[in-house]
């Protein structure tokens, strides 16, 4: 029997939805939940509470919460890249960096063409070492996630540093408010949220998903999914090319050919989520004031190479 922790919208979802498994809430008290990223070697997920400007830490074997760092500069998006570090998107930073395993702290990005960034969102690390991110105005729009700014670039990209040089290039300039992103499990798709009917009347509220041609170029940019449920944020990618995306009721499963066929049910907006756990089965759910997870009957995509 499954319980109502899930919303099962096609039975595709079944395999994925287990019988007497149940959401449970881990922690409680941010102001809006974002970033989660997890070490494995640690076993530990750290996640964002922009407002409050800190990062947290949630160790699994002790089930305790502690602070990581604060302040950190507004983090938002992280995510782990390919030696175990750290790869954060400040907002009041304006910045993509990185803390490395002694703990200083090196910017990736922090302008394009001679002009700041406005404040970067959410980021991924290819498994050739490039670093891609995206970089719309949240943190600069006002004072409760960051600094209040003008956009100096004048436009939201989406941005690709070079892991050889450093240098950082535009991939995708069409968006509204470019958001969350992710990788297909072998890297030939890069998807996309737009969350740009925060500022446009009418605006996009979808994924969208492109072709990754030379392992550096998009193509064929489409749209995906459309959001039924407020906007997409965050999401991650299983091992079968499924999505499970951030909505406004819960998390959203799409299958890969963007049919949406269940949700998860969290009785708060989500805003991002993120594979863990020692088999990467547990999804964890940044649900605004809270940290919540649930054990599904899959895992996060692997790392090719």
Known sequence: MITDTFEVIDDRFRRFAM???????????TRWAEGPAYFPAGKYLLWSDIPNDRVLR?????????EFMTPCGNHNGH????EGRLVACEHRGRRVSRIEIDSSITTLAD??????????NDVVVKSDGSIWFTDPTYGIDGDYEGDKADSEIGASYVY??????????????????PNGLAFSPDESLLYVSDTGATHVVDGPKHIRVFDVEAGSKLANGRVFAEATSG?????????????WTSAGDGVHCYTPDG?????????????N????????????????????????NTRAAARPG
Do not use: M, W
Not at 19 to 29: D, F, M, P
Not at 231 to 243: A, E, T
Not at 289 to 294: E, G
């Open 19 to 29: 019988g007497n498994v149940h959401k449970e809430t881990l922690y409680t008290g």
């Open 58 to 66: 949630y160790d699994e074997t002790s089930g305790v919460v502690s």
């Open 79 to 82: 995510t782990v890249d390919r």
């Open 111 to 120: 302008c394009y063409d001679g002009k700041r960034l406005n404040s970067p």
């Open 160 to 177: 690709r540093i070079d892991p050889v040089d450093g240098s950082v290039r535009v991939v995708a300039d069409d968006f509204v408010k």
């Open 231 to 243: 906007l997409f944020d965050g999401f991650r990618v299983d091992q079968s090319g499924h999505i």
């Open 259 to 271: 049919d949406l066929i269940g949700k998860i049910l969290t009785g708060e907006v989500v805003a």
């Open 273 to 296: 989520v993120e594979f863990g756990g020692l088999k990467r089965n547990r999804l964890y759910i940044c649900a605004t004031r809270s940290l919540q997870a649930v054990y599904l």
